[in-house]
């Protein structure tokens, strides 16, 4: 079975910093190429950042590059989101998505990240 | 960036009948299009990728169409079950992805 699990979510001050973690289970790591995507809580899904299997290649949305860096460890099954220079508009749900065929197949429940102070 | 624009914001339909939503792209994405359903308190679910390649054990009444900058949902005969938010996503220009804004799908 397929699983995904976010960490690594709370409450930040603005301008402050924030690491996540989602652990990946159930299928071959390496294989598959990885997304992070938000959702503020009642509103819409926005993609923040994708990372492929080896990490050659990423990407990041606009509103995060520069500020937001992904990165995956294959041999802890584990991909990360390092979030610096946070901002209000930064608060959401934050998930893990699995890549399949460029779409995203298996998500996990979200991590809640909350910019305030 | 490719907008990808969903239409209409709310859909109203009985169960029974079928449903209908549409998704444009501000720019040709081919065929690299996947819709989602999302229920409240849920993370979104992968229903077609390819436009019209159905994910795995997801029933037959789902359908997906189109390529180029036009794409269809057609949900044949709505279930109570089917009522939810629906995205559709652009990965073209992969790994960066935007998804459209959304269209929701309540009972008439």
């Known amino acids: 079975e397929v699983k995904l699990v976010e960490s690594g979510g709370g409450l930040v001050q603005p301008g402050r910093s924030l690491r996540l973690s989602c652990a990946a289970s159930?299928?071959?790591?390496?294989?598959?190429?990885m997304h992070w995507v938000r959702q503020v809580p009642g509103k819409g899904l926005e993609w923040v950042s994708g990372i492929s299997w080896n990490s050659g290649s990423t990407g990041y949305a606009d509103s995060v590059k520069g500020r937001f860096t992904i990165s995956r460890d294959n041999a802890k099954n584990s991909l990360y989101l390092q979030m610096n220079s946070l901002r209000g508009e930064d608060t959401a749900l934050y998930y893990c998505?699995?890549?399949?065929?460029?779409?995203?197949?298996?998500w996990g429940q979200g991590t809640l990240v909350t910019v305030s102070s | 960036e490719t907008v990808m624009t969903q239409s209409p914001a709310t859909l109203s339909v009985s169960p029974g009948e079928r449903a209908t939503l549409s998704c444009r792209a501000s720019q040709s994405v081919s065929s690299n299009l996947a819709w989602y359903q999302q229920k409240p308190g849920q993370a979104p679910r992968l229903l077609i990728y390819g436009a019209s390649t159905r994910a795995t054990d997801i029933p037959a009444r789902f359908s997906g169409s189109g390529s180029g900058t036009e794409f269809t949902l057609t949900i044949s005969s709505l279930q109570s079950e089917d009522f939810a938010v629906y995205y559709c996503?652009?990965?073209?220009?992969?790994?960066?992805?935007?998804f459209g804004q959304g269209t929701r799908l309540e009972i008439k």
């Open positions: 159930g299928f071959t790591f390496d294989d598959y190429a």
């Open positions: 996503q652009q990965y073209n220009s992969w790994p960066s992805i935007t």
């Open positions: 998505a699995k890549d399949k065929d460029y779409a995203c197949d298996y």
